[in-house]
């Protein structure tokens, strides 16, 4: 099933507080890749830039006390959640007053405290967490739902296919949220796997699939706060979010496997100008109030900034702090 784009069709606040949240990570991640470039955060480093509608419009569609479970490419879905800035740029930076005091890094943003259990370096490797959360939710009659996001590469592991038939046949409360970016890597999808169409995956699980334009942050919300209604009720949905990451896929990929004229034309589309426009258009936001909104987004940015700067390393003494090491009796 495909949908069309939507028009405005929320209200002014919700819009522009989906506008806000997309703006807070672009800043964020613009910002990263500069502090990248100045060796300030070091290690691997996955960009989500082009990709903001999909966290922002699915994590908007979950309960407060819902579970997230995502990828390496993370940081907009930590933030949405509500994991601080401050918070989430120490932890980029390795200091102690970051979410996982500096343990975890750019891949492993992890807090329990918000439900948002990691941050995942494995392909595929949330989805068996998600599952477990859920069953477990299940049998300590919790009402929550999970949300699993993970990318179309993951769809080739095992643990996918795993994943989803436990997931369907116990009927546990799992959103699981495929955010297409056409490539795992260099590698694009029609490459790796014979059957393209996503959905079809989950239909031969007997699950609900839905497919999604990802650009287009409205559709991706209504789509989402479907999914889980529905999740909520009655088992597990998939939903397929096609969206485009505007950067390579690490900060150590050449890029040298799609055309410029590719990521122009996905550019062209990009998901804060799409919104922004069609708020003008309908008369729901000025270009002052706009330029309002991403300053407060970059000033937000500056203050996490200088709180990571302003931050502590662990002491040398603390290295072996929770390793526990030693032959299993
Ligand atoms: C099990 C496993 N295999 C391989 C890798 C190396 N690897 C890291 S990211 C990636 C591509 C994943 O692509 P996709 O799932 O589409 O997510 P995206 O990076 O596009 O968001 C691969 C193969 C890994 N981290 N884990």
């Known amino acids: 099933m495909s949908r069309a784009p939507a028009p405005v069709t929320l209200p002014r606040e919700r819009a522009l507080a989906l506008l806000t949240d997309m703006l807070r990570i672009r800043r964020f991640e613009e910002r990263c890749a500069d502090l990248y470039g100045q060796q300030k955060i070091r ?106 996001f993970f990318g179309e590469g993951a769809i080739a592991e095992g643990a996918f296919h795993e994943s989803m038939n436990l997931a369907a046949l116990w009927r546990l409360p799992v959103a699981f949220f495929c955010e297409n970016n056409l490539y795992a890597m260099g590698t694009a999808l029609a490459r790796s796997e014979s059957q393209t169409d996503l959905c079809v995956k989950a239909a031969a699980f007997g699950m609900p699939a839905v497919r999604v334009d990802g650009m287009d942050v409205i559709a991706v919300h209504e789509a989402a706060r479907e999914a889980v209604a529905r999740v909520r009720e009655g088992g597990p949905c998939f939903v397929e979010f096609q969206t485009y990451r505007y950067r390579a896929h690490s900060m150590f990929d050449p890029d040298l496997y799609r055309d410029n004229a590719e990521v122009e034309t996905w550019k062209a589309r990009g998901p804060i100008h799409n919104l922004s426009n069609r708020l003008k258009a309908d008369g729901l936001l000025t270009e002052d109030e706009f330029l309002a909104i991403d300053a407060d987004a970059a000033k937000e940015v500056e203050a996490a900034v200088a709180f990571a700067e302003a931050g502590s390393l662990e002491p040398v003494d603390d290295l072996a702090l929770d390793v526990v090491a030693g032959a299993a009796r």
């Open 43 to 148: 290690g691997f480093l996955h960009l989500y830039i082009g990709e903001e509608a999909v966290a922002v419009g699915a994590v908007r569609a979950l309960a407060a006390d819902d579970a997230i479970v995502a990828t390496y490419r993370e940081h907009g879905h930590a933030l949405v959640r509500g994991i601080s800035a401050n918070a989430i740029m120490a932890e980029m930076y390795g200091k102690r007053e970051g979410c996982c005091r500096g343990r975890g890094g750019s891949m492993h943003l992890f807090d329990a405290a918000t439900g948002f259990y990691g941050g995942n370096a494995i392909v595929g490797g949330g989805l068996p967490i998600a599952v477990g959360l859920a069953l477990a939710d299940r049998m300590q009659d919790r009402s929550r739902v999970t949300a699993v």
